[in-house]
């Protein structure tokens, strides 16, 4: 990493294709400006895994070195304990989590967990290795070969819980009903609104909600532009009051003043 800049953001894919479906990203932050630049983790419906080398603070609390955030509906504001920010940001699918560790994701949601009371020693032996590291590729590779052992063996919901979470991720909107998004497949709805919110961490309707908010602030940072009406139709909004009221609940801003802050 070539800190002679002092402030780089850089967002990866995974390098090995097995990891492809379960990964999403690998966010790198760094940023020595002195301009006391906060990085905003925005509402997700992913969990993600954040080293955190420089001890920055979240929404003013000193946080885990290596830690999950869950699932959640709130912004979150990284700002530097002294003047530095750097971290990885490993961002999970909204089922991938499930296959690297027995940890039910319902445990993350909402809140920060130490990273070492699921991965364990070996977390923490990773972490020391990346921090030593001088360039993302290195870094990258790190990850990659470490999520690769990690990955369990499929148990027999998650082919279920994945089928529907793209399901809802693709379709974030109306489209497909709340209460027949279940019948899908061979379990009761009772049974499978528990192994959903289990695998995934919440329920259905509030895994749809923060997906459509996903796909609109994707759509607001992409280098041309959609105007607000047709982001607000894409994502699965009911009409443009709605995309704004919820937009705004979940960002703390309005969706025209938004922009490509940090996508992670």
Not at 31 to 43: C, T
Not at 132 to 152: H, P, V
Not at 193 to 215: E, M, P, W, Y
């Amino acid at each position: 990493m070539d800190k002679e800049n002092d402030f780089i953001f850089s967002l990866e894919s995974p390098g090995k294709v097995e990891l492809s479906s379960l990964i999403l990203s690998y966010g790198h932050f760094y940023d020595q400006s002195g301009h006391h630049r906060q990085k905003q983790i925005f509402p997700s419906n992913n969990v993600s895994l954040i080293f955190n080398f420089k001890a920055a603070k979240i929404n003013g609390q000193v946080c885990p070195d290596i830690m999950l955030l869950g699932l959640h509906e709130s912004v979150y504001l990284m700002t530097p304990a002294q003047r530095e920010i750097e971290t990885v940001i490993i961002q999970f699918s909204s089922f991938g989590f499930a296959r690297f560790s027995d940890t039910p994701v319902s445990e993350t949601t909402e809140t920060f967990v130490n990273a070492e009371r699921v991965f364990g020693d070996s977390i923490r032996h990773l972490f020391n290795q990346m921090r030593s590291a001088s360039d993302f590729e290195t870094r990258n590779q790190l990850l990659d070969s470490f999520f690769c052992r990690e990955i369990r063996n499929e148990n027999h919901y998650f082919r279920y819980v994945s089928k529907l979470a793209g399901i809802l991720q693709k379709y974030p909107g109306p489209t497909v009903a709340y209460r027949n998004d279940f019948g899908l497949y061979p379990l009761s709805s009772r049974h499978m609104a528990r192994v959903f919110k289990d695998q995934i961490g919440v329920n259905a309707q509030t895994f749809r909600r923060l997906s459509r908010f996903v796909v609109a602030r994707n759509l607001l940072y992409q280098p041309k532009p959609y105007s607000l009406a047709a982001i607000g139709y894409a994502s699965g909004y009911y009409d443009p009051a709605h995309f704004s009221r919820e937009f705004k609940k979940l960002s703390g801003h309005n969706a025209k003043n938004s922009g490509p802050i940090c996508q992670l």
